[in-house]
């Protein structure tokens, strides 16, 4: 019986990473058509300080509404673009459009923008970016780079990513650790590459409030980003009790639900409803 079991258990993995793979071969082959055909658009999300609630920017999201499929999640197709290589274009798409929004954003307000390490591979990125910026009049300093930990860390692209943050810095952009935690070698990433701020993952965030060991990581990921001088973010904040916790850690700055859902427009919802008390950072950037 265990071997039926053994045997059926395997049949269901291998049926179903066929259609695993047959899925991602379609959307591969879609995504060539999602930037011409108007498929893919920004949403934004807020970024806020920690103790004052005040919005200090946005960090800019990809979405795809695919023609028969419907919406489907970056954590899926990104990494199908990456395979394929279209998530040069795809980046770049994101770029333009992201500085554009900015662009008509109160001038104090940052711009954080997703980056995938195959995005550096041709060593013109940071040159790509400063010259979107300059299009748009949007000031380098309200730019932030945000490289997930595990793109930093496999060595792969390691040199020119550290290269192009370079040069972005010397321009006055800022350099964001994102995913802070999830990664291999969070601690000799830290070391190598010159980052202004580190994202605590969500995962520890959602775990805070029922498992102590992650109290104890996000205390000790505060305490480290603070005597290495950087901003420390943490993501996906849904409740008042982890805010409360959060800033009396000492954390800098908050992202999630419970400040704002990533929304079409930074004018509305997202800077006025969700928190009482974000009411006040709405009027203040009016
Ligand atoms: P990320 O950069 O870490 O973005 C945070 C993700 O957490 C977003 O998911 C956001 O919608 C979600 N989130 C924010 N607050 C909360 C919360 O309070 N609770 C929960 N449960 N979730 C929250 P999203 O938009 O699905 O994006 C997933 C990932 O896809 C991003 O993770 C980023 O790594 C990648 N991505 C998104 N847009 C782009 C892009 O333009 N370029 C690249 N290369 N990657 C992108
Ligand atoms: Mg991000
Ligand atoms: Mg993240
Ligand atoms: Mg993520």
Redesign the pocket.
Known sequence: RAKADGRNTARFFNKHLKEEESLRLMLARDLEQAISGDQLR??F?PIADAGSLRIVGY?????WKHPTLGDI???LF?PV??STGI?TS??SW?ISR?LAAASSWPPHMVVA????PL?FRSGDLADEIIEAARRWNVAPCRLEL?V?ESATLLGFQRDNVLVALESLKNHGAKAVM??FGTGHSSLSNLKDFAFDKI?I??SFV?SMLTHAPSVSIVKAIIGLGKSLGLTILA????TEEQLADLRAWGCNQV????IG??AETIIGSSLAMPVSSNINSFTDTL
């Open positions: 920004l949403v999300q960090e800019a999201l990809l979405r999640a970056p954590d990104i673009a990456e998530i795809v980046g994101v992201a923008i997703n980056l995938s995005q945000e997930t994102d995913d994202k993952d969500r959602a993501e996906g904040v849904e992202q999630g639900y419970l859902k990533p």
